[in-house]
T-cell receptor, first 113, second 119 residues
């Protein structure tokens, strides 16, 4: 069974600071997705990471994937209040005749002035 | 204006009743998905459809049923067999199934969600 763990689950950070959210998963996969969810809202796709060493950047967010370590990171640079949201990673596993798509529990980020 | 719509936004159900949640997309996507989200939790996959007239169980399919008779529609029925149906339900679609196509443009788009409460 594919397990996906995010940490931290809660993160309070000051504006202007840098921080990293971690997503670990239990079974080798090279398909990982990051999403953002604002309170009471639906999910928005942020990044699609499909190979070892993949790095994607959008604004103050940068995501990377290390398939050997089974780890993805979401790095926040010089945080601003607008980045306050819950961030989820999701891993897709394609096996012999079986498919799994598992989300982490999410990291709730609060950026304070 | 392309996108995914879900209705209703809020739904109240009495115990023992079946209810159907609507999901429609006009993005011409082959694949559609249903997820359940409980407070403070990630999403869990209920059912997915990789192409019209096909659907497969996800991790928590018990007590739910779906159909995919049209490409643009993927309704979810929550039956009375689902023991704890109160949750936020999200529908999503992608150009191709995430399980079949590992392309960077093949991302999921989500609908606004339906909040189901059992009274």
């Amino acid at each position: 069974e594919l397990k996906v763990e995010q940490n931290p689950l809660f993160l309070s950070m000051q504006e202007g600071k840098n921080y990293t959210i971690y997503c670990n998963y239990s079974t080798t996969s090279d398909r990982l997705y990051w999403y953002r969810q604002d309170p009471g809202k639906s999910l928005e796709s942020l990044f699609v990471l499909l190979s070892n060493g993949a790095v994607k950047q959008e604004g103050r967010l940068m995501a990377s994937l290390d398939t050997k370590a089974r780890l993805s990171t979401l790095h926040i640079t010089a945080a601003v209040h607008d980045l306050s949201a819950t961030y989820f990673c999701a891993v897709v596993l394609v096996g012999a005749g079986s498919y799994q798509l598992t989300f982490g529990k999410g990291t709730k980020l609060s950026v304070i002035p | 204006d392309g996108g995914i719509t879900q209705s209703p936004k809020y739904l109240f159900r009495k115990e023992g009743q079946n209810v159907t949640l609507s999901c429609e997309q006009n993005l011409n996507h082959d694949a559609m998905y249903w997820y359940r989200q409980d407070p403070g939790q990630g999403l869990r996959l209920i059912y997915y459809s990789q192409i019209v007239n096909d659907f497969q169980k996800g991790d928590i399919a018990e007590g739910y049923s779906v159909s995919r008779e049209k490409k643009e529609s993927f309704p979810l029925t929550v039956t009375s067999a689902q023991k704890n149906p109160t949750a936020f339900y999200l529908c999503a679609s992608s150009i191709f199934s995430l399980f079949l196509a590992d392309s960077s443009y093949n991302e999921q788009f989500f609908g606004p969600g339906t909040r189901l409460t059992v009274l």
